[in-house]
C-alpha cells in the first residue's frame, strides 16, 4: 500500500518542487524507499 503510494506520487514528479519533496522523502524514510524500489 505504502508502494503504491510512494510509486504513484514519484510517478507524478512534474515540478521542481515536488522533485524536491521526493527527495525529501527518500531522505527521511529511506528504508521505506529502498523496500519498494527493490
Same mark, same amino acid.
Given at each position: 500500500?505504502? +508502494?503504491?503510494? &510512494? @510509486? /504513484?506520487? /514519484?510517478? #507524478?514528479?512534474? /515540478?521542481? *518542487?515536488? =522533485? &524536491?519533496? $521526493?527527495?525529501? =522523502? *527518500? @531522505?527521511?524514510?529511506? $528504508? =521505506?524507499? #529502498?523496500? +519498494?524500489? $527493490?
Amino acid at each position: 500500500m505504502a +508502494c503504491d503510494t &510512494l @510509486n /504513484t506520487f /514519484t510517478g #507524478q514528479i512534474h /515540478t521542481q *518542487k515536488q =522533485l &524536491l519533496g $521526493s527527495l525529501l =522523502l *527518500k @531522505n527521511r524514510f529511506p $528504508s =521505506l524507499v #529502498q523496500s +519498494c524500489e $527493490s
